[in-house]
Every structure is written in structure tokens, then in C-alpha cells.
């Protein structure tokens, strides 16, 4: 079945949820209308990976599904999600040698992705066949993921996922293990997100609550909590 998007509206035409239904479903919802009118919806949607967005919302969902679908095999609960505008940016110790990844830096990258998606969720992506590397060099051609590269080590990644008018939602933030405790990680980001301002209005990110190191990274560089994510994955 082909991505969907499905908008619910009240009887005055208002829109009142918003689902995307891809390989996972990202939802947004306003009232428990149209969260019955998704549950309904999401029986046509066999397979998804995972339910992703507001907390409420998805809790919301999975209540209205869980007695036919599929148990989750992670539930990551509660994410804090942050929002970075130009004006909160911190000045975190002087600009550093970040930039977009270049093809050459596509196996650089795949090989650091690929372990934080091992270490998060416990299975390695590279088992698709080759798909995962592909993803990620799409995701390079189109400007997406960036990088600090120094002296041929990576000390930093990241990748800008979901746009729109109001936010960049920045993914994959990373620092490989032999890198940490340097400070690299909020020099990177404040340097990317001094870049991306450029063209974007504002950033956000959600993160897992126990990921302690990483929300310190975020708060130094400026980001404010403003919601709260959830995440069901499923096998």
C-alpha cells in the first residue's frame, strides 16, 4: 500500500488529526473522535514498524488497537521533545569544521548509524541487503546528513529529517563512543544549527527521558523542552 496521509475533521470542517502512514505512522490528534476514526483507519495498515508522535495521542491509539494488533517489541514512552529557535542558540565555545556528508563519507557514515541503531533498539540495519547503506546515501545526495570528520575520525553525526515550515526535525545525533566527554557534541550541533538557520525557522529533536548525556547536549546548545513524545516499535 502506497504512503497515506489521513486528515480528520469535526462536523464544522476543522481539522482535528493527522496521520501518515508509511512505513510507520506518525500521528497527531487533537480529540478522541478522530482518534477512533485512526484506529478504524489503521486496519488497512498491515506491517508498520512503528507509532510515533504526541504521547497522548499515541498512548491514545494504541489503547483503541492493541486487542488486534501486534504487541510492540520496544516502547519507548516517554521523549522528551525540544525546540531550538535562532534567538535561544548558545555560544558553546567557538565555531568548529562541520559540514554536509559527501558521498565519499557514505560507508563513514552507515558503519556509526548502524551502531546506534544497535545500541538503541538491538538489531543492526545493514541485515537489509544493502537497502540501509542506499537510504543513507540518498540521504547524503540530498543534503541531509551532516558530519565533523577530524583527522579521518568521525566525532559527530546528524541528519535533518522532516521539514515544514515551523521546524527541522533533527535524527540520528551521534558521537561515537571514543569520541565522548570532549565537548564535541555540543560544539557540532550549535555549529550545524547556526548553518541550518539559514533556512529553517526553527529545529527540534525528541529524545528518550534515560538518555541523560544527550539531553544535557541539547539544553547546553539552547533547546527548551515543549511536549512529549512515545514511541511503539514493533518486529
Given at each position: 500500500m502506497p504512503d497515506e496521509l489521513v486528515l480528520n475533521r469535526d462536523f464544522r470542517g476543522r481539522v482535528t488529526g493527522l496521520a501518515y502512514y508509511g512505513m510507520q505512522l506518525v500521528l497527531a490528534?487533537?480529540?478522541?473522535?478522530?482518534?477512533?476514526?485512526?484506529?478504524?483507519?489503521?486496519r488497512k495498515h498491515r506491517g508498520l514498524r512503528s507509532f510515533v508522535g504526541a504521547q497522548d495521542a499515541v498512548e491514545g491509539l494504541w489503547s483503541r488497537v492493541r486487542a488486534w494488533h501486534p504487541e510492540p517489541s520496544v516502547v519507548r514512552g516517554v521523549q522528551p521533545l525540544y525546540v531550538l529557535a535562532p534567538s535561544a542558540l548558545r555560544d558553546v565555545g567557538g565555531?568548529?569544521?562541520?559540514?554536509?556528508?559527501?558521498?565519499?563519507d557514505a560507508e563513514l557514515v552507515t558503519e556509526h548509524s548502524a551502531q546506534m541503531?544497535?545500541?538503541?533498539?538491538?538489531?543492526?540495519p545493514r541485515a537489509g541487503r544493502g537497502a540501509y547503506?542506499?537510504?543513507i546515501r540518498r540521504g547524503i545526495a540530498q543534503g541531509s546528513w551532516w558530519?565533523?570528520?577530524?583527522?579521518?575520525?568521525?566525532?559527530?553525526?546528524?541528519?535533518?529529517?522532516p521539514r515544514s515550515?515551523?521546524?527541522?526535525?533533527?535524527?540520528?545525533v551521534w558521537t561515537p563512543p571514543a569520541q565522548r566527554g570532549h565537548g564535541y557534541a555540543t560544539r557540532a550541533?550549535?555549529?550545524?544549527?547556526r548553518r541550518l538557520f539559514?533556512?529553517?525557522?526553527?529545529?527540534s529533536l525528541y529524545v528518550n527521558d534515560f538518555n541523560a548525556p544527550a539531553i544535557a547536549v541539547y539544553e547546553r546548545a539552547g533547546f527548551t523542552r515543549v511536549g512529549t513524545f512515545a514511541t511503539y516499535l514493533f518486529p
Open positions: 490528534a487533537d480529540d478522541e473522535a478522530a482518534l477512533d476514526a485512526f484506529a478504524i483507519e489503521t565555531d568548529v569544521d562541520v559540514r554536509r556528508a559527501r558521498d565519499d541503531i544497535l545500541g538503541e533498539l538491538g538489531y543492526d547503506a542506499s537510504a558530519v565533523w570528520i577530524a583527522d579521518g575520525a568521525l566525532r559527530f553525526q546528524c541528519n535533518v529529517g515550515a515551523a521546524t527541522a526535525q533533527l535524527q540520528g550541533l550549535s555549529a550545524i544549527a539559514s533556512t529553517e525557522t526553527t529545529l
